[in-house]
Structures are given as structure tokens and as C-alpha cells.
């Protein structure tokens, strides 16, 4: 069974520009949530989407936004884009809406901002 | 409160040494404690996993020990071993579904 997948694995931006990182959950899993992990502030929640809609989000700014797709497969967006925003990016899914379902997570995006 | 944290920060041991990591929350709504191990470059995974109607669970070398009352969980990996350098990471969750983790701690077993 295949894992957590995101693309792209690395990739470079400018200040100001936006970035669409991708990922595909593992096969049967209608939960995926995201998260940003920096050397500074650790690893954070971005938002969690269970059937196309947006449950639960993180304190964000407005910049981040994300959506799910009908197959489960969801993308995040940054806009507008900030040096700090320079992290890792975590997709991670799960298998249904329960609570305490065990959380799998991908090799992740790595986002740099000059 | 929606922290957890985690102690100590960096951690060095012997081979065959025991590593012992313990993290503590605030928020009594969270029932489901996992422990994750992240190498360099790659993405967090899932190690052993805790809820609060057990004390302790135990996978291997790996055992979570929980305590309820003063809302703190551990991890003890037994028989330390050079591969097992990583960095781990607390995590805790409830009905939000969202983990909330705490800081990590760098391991580092010696030859």
C-alpha cells in the first residue's frame, strides 16, 4: 500500500510569489491535514479536510488556504509569498472522521523563499 | 491550554542503554497520544501510539508509560541503538483531530 505522496519534494520561490503544493492521501483515507515545520516554531497545524470541506484550522494567516478533491487528494496553497514561510510541509492522512485514528505522514515539501 | 511539552531537548546514550523522553499536556480533552520518530529529510513516523485508558503499551523495544492524573506520557526505547538517532516527537489529539506536538527531542545513541 502506498504512502502518503507529495510533490513537488523541493522547490525554490521568490518573495511575493505563490506556491500550490500537492499530495495524495494513502489509498482509502478521506482525511488530510497539513502542517508546517520549521526549525523555530516546530512542527503546526495548517487545516485537516475530510470529504472536500475544511474541519478544523490553524492560526494561519489568510495566505495559507488549502481544498480536497472528490479523490481525496488535496493541495495547499501560499500566496503572496514571505521568507518566513521557508519550512517543511507536511501532508499527512488518516483513515475516517474518527477521533484517535492513527495519523500517517508523507516525506513532506520543501519550501524556500528568497 | 493547547501545549504539550517535551523534555529533555537533545538526549545522548550508550548502545544498549535505555532513552527515556517525557512530555506533559494542559488540555484534559485529549485522548490519543502518539509518539513520532523523524530522520533528517524525511517526514515524521508513526513509532507507538497511547490512549488514556491504558498506563502503559509496549511494541518491541518501544513502551509508552501514562499517567493520567498528572497528565504525563513517556517513551522508553530499550536497548539503545546507533539507529535509533532520531529526532522524536510527542504528539496528543482529540476531537479536533489536529496533533498537537511537542518540541522534539534529539537523540543520539553512541557506538
Known amino acids: 500500500k502506498a504512502g502518503v505522496t507529495q510533490t513537488p519534494r523541493y522547490l525554490i520561490k521568490t518573495r511575493g510569489q505563490q506556491v500550490t503544493l500537492s499530495c495524495s492521501p494513502i489509498?482509502?483515507?478521506?482525511?488530510v491535514s497539513w502542517y508546517q515545520q520549521t526549525p523555530g516554531q516546530g512542527l503546526q497545524f495548517l487545516f485537516e479536510?475530510?470529504?472536500?470541506?475544511?474541519?478544523n484550522k490553524g492560526n494561519f494567516p489568510g495566505r495559507f488556504s488549502g481544498r480536497q478533491f472528490s479523490n481525496s487528494r488535496s493541495e495547499m496553497n501560499v500566496s503572496t509569498l514571505e521568507l518566513g514561510d521557508s519550512a517543511l510541509y507536511l501532508c499527512?492522512?488518516?483513515?475516517?472522521?474518527?477521533?484517535?485514528?492513527?495519523?500517517?505522514f508523507g516525506e513532506g515539501s520543501w519550501l524556500t523563499v528568497v | 491550554q493547547q501545549q504539550v511539552k517535551q523534555s529533555p531537548q537533545s538526549l545522548i546514550v550508550q548502545k544498549g542503554g535505555i532513552s527515556i523522553i517525557n512530555c506533559a499536556y494542559e488540555?484534559?480533552?485529549?485522548?490519543?497520544f502518539p509518539w513520532y520518530q523523524q530522520f533528517p529529510g524525511k517526514g515524521p513516523a508513526l513509532l507507538i501510539a497511547?490512549?488514556?485508558?491504558?498506563s502503559e503499551k509496549k511494541e518491541g523495544r518501544f513502551t509508552i508509560s501514562f499517567n493520567k492524573s498528572a497528565k504525563q506520557f513517556s517513551l522508553h526505547i530499550m536497548d539503545s541503538q546507533p539507529g535509533d538517532s532520531a529526532t522524536y516527537f510527542c504528539?496528543?489529539?482529540?476531537?479536533?483531530?489536529?496533533?498537537?506536538f511537542g518540541s522534539g527531542t534529539q537523540l543520539t545513541v553512541l557506538p
Open positions: 499527512a492522512s488518516s483513515s475516517n472522521s474518527g477521533k484517535g485514528n492513527t495519523i500517517y
Open positions: 489509498s482509502g483515507h478521506r482525511s
Open positions: 479536510y475530510f470529504s472536500e470541506t475544511q474541519r
Open positions: 488540555n484534559t480533552a485529549f485522548d490519543y
Open positions: 497511547i490512549r488514556p485508558d491504558v
Open positions: 504528539a496528543a489529539t482529540g476531537s479536533a483531530r489536529q496533533l498537537t
